[in-house]
T-cell receptor, first 109, second 112 residues
Framework: GQNIDQPTEMTATEGAIVQINCTYQTSGFNGLFWYQQHAGEAPTFLSYNVLDGLEEKGRFSSFLSRSKGYSYLLLKELQMKDSASYLCAVVDSNYQLIWGAGTKLIIKP | DGGITQSPKYLFRKEGQNVTLSCEQNLNHDAMYWYRQDPGQGLRLIYYSQIVNDFQKGDIAEGYSVSREKKESFPLTVTSAQKNPTAFYLC???????????FGEGSRLTVL
């Protein structure tokens, strides 16, 4: 079966750095997405990785290792508004998105 | 503004009633999707459509129905056959090589 694992919840301090991990086992791989979702709202796109390595976009970076079936989202200089759920999703061999359950990130002052 | 509009945002229904959730887009995207989101679970695909007048079942299609008569519209009907319909429903559109999805604001359905 297909499986994506993320921690259920993480807590971090305002101004700090946090890394949210995602491991996957899917039938094929055609890319990995990270989305941010505030409570009761729609997910919004953060990043897309299809090749190994680090993609940096402002305070957010995303890393992919296809051989390890592993990705992480790195958030720097945390702000209170970063409190949200972060969803990892993999594009499988049929170009369908397989979603993780999401990681709820709590930012404390 | 370009975007995806879902309505209603909140909906209450009695058991045994069918309800229809609306999803309209003006992004000119070919593909449209309906997902269900429950606490502690990933998004689960209900139905999707790659082109007008064609749609496919997703992983949890039982108790749901859709239509795609226009490119802009992809309504979802939650029928009385759906045993546990209380959930947050998300409509999305997609276009392009990467498979990136764009989401509506969601509709929260509560069965009383």
């Amino acid at each position: 079966g297909q499986n994506i694992d993320q921690p259920t919840e993480m807590t971090a301090t305002e101004g700090a750095i946090v890394q949210i991990n995602c491991t996957y086992q899917t039938s094929g791989f055609n890319g990995l997405f990270w989305y941010q979702q505030h409570a009761g709202e729609a997910p919004t796109f953060l990043s897309y990785n299809v090749l190994d390595g680090l993609e940096e976009k402002g305070r957010f970076s995303s890393f992919l290792s296809r051989s390890k079936g592993y990705s992480y989202l790195l958030l720097k200089e945390l702000q209170m508004k970063d409190s949200a759920s972060y969803l990892c999703a993999v594009v499988d061999s049929n170009y369908q998105l397989i979603w993780g359950a999401g990681t709820k990130l709590i930012i404390k002052p | 503004d370009g975007g995806i509009t879902q309505s209603p945002k909140y909906l209450f229904r009695k058991e045994g009633q069918n309800v229809t959730l609306s999803c309209e887009q003006n992004l000119n995207h070919d593909a449209m999707y309906w997902y269900r989101q429950d606490p502690g679970q990933g998004l689960r695909l209900i139905y999707y459509s790659q082109i007008v007048n064609d749609f496919q079942k997703g992983d949890i299609a039982e108790g749901y129905s859709v239509s795609r008569e226009k490119k802009e519209s992809f309504p979802l009907t939650v029928t009385s056959a759906q045993k546990n319909p209380t959930a947050f429903y998300l409509c999305a559109t997609g276009q392009g090589d990467t498979g990136e999805l764009f989401f509506g604001e969601g509709s929260r359905l509560t069965v009383l």
